[in-house]
Structure formats: structure tokens, C-alpha cells
């Protein structure tokens, strides 16, 4: 690990908040890191990021952004490239990796290029699903069908803590369900649902960290089971075999290597109840609150969430 005298003297905003509807979760994010990097003694800033961005971090003097956002504008590349473009180095990956991971067709597409295992999945469009006219039924519109049984799983596409995402078990169901989903966006995916175990694997750099499972009291690992305490039963050695466990982390690893990512990562998959892992995407910015899954994963690592903030801001100074 590198000594902390190289990067005391470069001051470190820690960038939260944002515009994206995962606002309030960064900034739990952004606050934990801020704290972590104070107890550290490193000389640190906390940002909430507006529209003033740019005029804020040359006011502060801020050499290295640690990036506590999450989800559209946060890690869609958009911020990696005005950073880019200021000369500030940043944790997390690049403008490209970052765009690639936060929109679920094009990440798909990379694995399916890779011969990683993906579910089926179609994308729909707001033009494609556009309201029939002439009914006032709030519900109507005009979609495709899947080509694959049910349940399906409707996203958004550039979303992430499962904002937006909705389990369709009767086709009936699909239309509004659909509707929610394009209310985020442009377009959404709907992909075959993966019944079994739910894992993410941990990477950093490009080493595994290890992995945890996820046992939602909910439906499914929503933003409310994400977030509330006590919602979710945390594995962390997940209830599958060795063996396949080691291919799930090296499948979660090559989804990271294939985007091209840096910096620490949380690769989502789904074990299927025959064992196949199926993925799921690839979490640049991962959350850093006290029930996120990367610090736990971290943990189990040997690693205290101290270690992982200095770790990733190593990494960020390394890859610059």
C-alpha cells in the first residue's frame, strides 16, 4: 500500500450528491469516504456537485476527486471527462469504461462479444413503445413481446440500485411496468428473469477481492433492500460450491477487464439453479455506505473500509 506522505500533499475533493436520482445515497457515500480520509490525515474537501463544479473545485485547489457518485451523470463518463479535461485526477474508471458499464445494452453487447454469460434480453425504445391512439387507457401501449419465457426483469438502461426495476410474472403486467422503466429514460431492457442465488464479487485494480450473496426479505435486491438495514441477509461466503463460486468471480473479473475498468468495482451476477452464473453489470462508482456491499466484501479481504479508501486513492494516482 502506498505510504500516505506521497498523496498528503495533494488535496482530495470528494465529489457526492449529483444530479441522479441515487442523489441521497451518494452523499451517505460521499460522507463515509470524507470521514475516512479525515482519520487518515489526509487534507480533504467535501463536494456536492452542481452546476458550479468546475468553478468549486479550482476555488478549493482540488488535485486528486475521490468519486462518491452514483448513477446517471455520476458514471455515465460524463464527469470523468470534464475531469479529464481539468487535468484532476479521479478514482473509478475511465470516460469510456464508465459510459460503457452504466448502459445495460451496451455492456451486454461487450459481453456477449466476450462470450460471457449473459441473459436473453431485448431493448425497447420510447418510439418503439409509443401509446396507441384513440384510448384513454393510461396503460396502452404499443410494445414488443419477448421472445423468451416468463418472469422477464424491465430496467431502465442507464440506472442503476435497481431504480426503476420492476419483476413481470403475467404479461399483462408488462405495459405499466414497461411505462416505469422509460419514465428514466430513453430506453429499457427486458431480460429473462435468472431465478437462484444473487452474488457480486469485488475487484480492485484487477484483483478479486472476494464475493457476498444477497438474500433480500423483499421481492428482489431493490433500492429499498439495498438501503434500509435489516432488509437483506448478508452471505459472504455464498451458498454455492467452491468451484463454482471461482468461476463466478473469474466471470465477474473478465466483465471488469472486458469494459476496461479501473479502481475498485462490484460485478453483479445471478446463479442460476442448475449453477450458471448469468451477469448482471458492472458497478464503477460502487456504493460506500454502511450497508453497501463492497466494504463488506473488502472486509472479508482483510481489508478495514480506511484500507479500501486509500487503496482506491492509490489507484487513482497510479492510473493518471
Request: aromatic share 6%.
Amino acid at each position: 500500500m502506498m505510504a500516505k506522505g506521497l498523496i498528503t500533499t495533494k488535496k482530495i475533493g470528494v465529489l457526492m450528491g449529483g444530479f441522479s436520482s441515487e442523489k441521497d445515497v451518494s452523499v451517505r457515500s460521499g460522507l463515509a469516504v470524507y470521514q475516512a480520509l479525515q482519520e487518515l490525515g489526509y487534507s480533504s474537501v467535501p463536494i456536492d456537485v452542481g452546476k458550479d463544479i468546475v468553478h468549486v473545485l479550482k476555488k478549493e485547489k482540488i488535485r486528486v476527486a475521490f468519486l462518491a457518485l452514483h448513477g446517471s451523470t455520476g458514471e455515465n463518463g460524463s464527469i470523468q471527462g470534464m475531469l479529464e479535461i481539468l487535468g484532476i485526477p479521479y478514482t473509478g474508471s475511465g470516460v469510456l469504461a464508465s459510459a460503457l458499464a452504466m448502459d445495460k445494452e451496451a455492456s451486454k453487447k461487450i459481453f456477449s462479444y466476450h462470450e460471457l454469460p449473459i441473459s436473453q434480453f431485448i431493448v425497447v425504445n420510447r418510439d418503439t413503445a409509443k401509446r396507441k391512439r384513440g384510448t384513454s387507457a393510461s396503460h396502452s401501449v404499443d410494445i414488443p413481446v419477448p421472445p423468451f419465457e416468463l418472469p422477464w426483469v424491465v430496467k431502465p438502461c442507464t440506472e442503476g440500485s435497481s431504480i426503476g426495476v420492476s419483476i413481470v410474472k403475467e404479461q399483462a403486467e408488462l405495459a405499466p411496468k414497461l411505462e416505469k422503466a422509460l419514465s428514466y429514460g430513453r430506453k429499457a431492457i427486458i431480460e429473462k428473469f435468472i431465478e437462484g442465488n444473487e452474488v457480486h464479487v469485488g475487484i480492485l485494480g484487477k484483483k478479486i477481492l472476494g464475493g457476498i450473496e444477497v438474500k433480500p426479505s423483499l421481492e428482489f435486491y431493490n433500492y429499498e433492500a439495498k438501503y434500509t438495514a435489516g432488509l437483506t441477509e448478508y452471505i459472504i461466503t455464498p451458498r454455492i460450491e467452491e468451484s463454482l463460486f471461482e468461476k463466478a468471480k473469474n466471470i465477474a473479473l473478465q466483465a471488469h477487464i472486458a469494459l476496461g475498468c479501473s479502481g475498485a468495482t462490484r460485478v453483479d451476477l445471478r446463479i442460476d439453479i442448475h449453477g450458471n452464473p448469468y451477469l448482471l453489470e458492472v458497478n464503477t462508482l460502487p456504493g460506500l455506505t454502511i450497508t453497501s456491499l463492497l466494504p463488506k466484501i473488502a472486509q472479508s479481504a482483510g481489508l478495514t473500509f480506511k484500507d479500501l479508501i486509500e487503496e482506491i486513492v492509490r489507484l487513482a494516482l497510479k492510473e493518471s
